[in-house]
């Protein structure tokens, strides 16, 4: 898998435990760690479930939180909660040992397929433009910490079956947002509408 593709796994594995895109430094680590096991993200996939920011998010992931984070998990891919013969199915293979939670993750993201997949694709290419337009200093330490974390979730909540992600305006919006708004978001707002 070439670069590129290990870019879009990255990211596919922040939306869906993260429900955000990565920051430049967290993509560029995890793609170097991607690439030193031959883009095998069953060995980095439990280091996020086990992050700070899981914890964070989900709280101690046991018996009585994995069906919060399987909701969590499908909300942020697909925008719509899980049927409940699947949850139930994840449940009782995260309950009996079959499955980690970076497992569930990864086995859901496998199995997309359709207008779910769509939306995933749709997502990676939205996180990849905001990931890029991280591009000045004040950019790059606006997006860390809650808040900003928060304001990029809102964004690719947004994120449906017809999003193009060349027109999308919810990048350069969610970025002028982080770093205080003002005359940057008004631009970038109408700059965008004038492209559709």
Do not use: C
């Not at 990211?11 to 990565?22: F, K, N």
């Not at 996020?48 to 989900?58: G, K, P, Q, V």
């Not at 860390?144 to 919810?170: F, H, K, Q, S, W």
């Amino acid at each position: 898998m070439a670069t590129v593709g290990y870019i879009n796994s990255v990211q596919e594995i922040y939306i869906a435990y993260y429900g955000r895109p990565a920051d430049p430094a967290g993509l560029n680590y995890w793609v170097g760690r991607l690439t030193a096991v031959n883009g095998d993200l069953n060995e980095i996939i439990d280091a996020f479930a086990n992050s700070t920011e899981a914890l964070a998010l989900y709280g101690p992931i046991n018996n009585a939180t994995i069906g919060d984070v399987i909701d969590s998990i499908y909300m942020s891919l697909f925008n719509r909660l899980p049927d409940a013969a699947g949850k139930a199915w994840y449940m009782a293979g995260f309950a009996n040992g079959t499955y980690t939670s970076g497992e569930i993750a990864l086995n859901i993201l496998d199995g997309a397929q359709g207008a779910d997949q769509v939306i995933i694709n749709n997502k990676v290419a939205v996180a990849n433009n905001f990931t890029s337009d991280l591009d000045t200093p004040v950019e790059l330490q606006a997006y860390a910490g809650d808040v900003p974390a928060g304001i990029a979730r809102d964004m690719l909540a947004e994120v449906d079956v017809d999003t193009n992600a060349d027109t999308y305006y919810g990048v350069d919006s969610a970025i002028a947002q982080m770093v205080g708004g003002g005359v940057t978001h008004v631009f970038t707002l109408t700059e965008a509408m004038l492209k559709q």
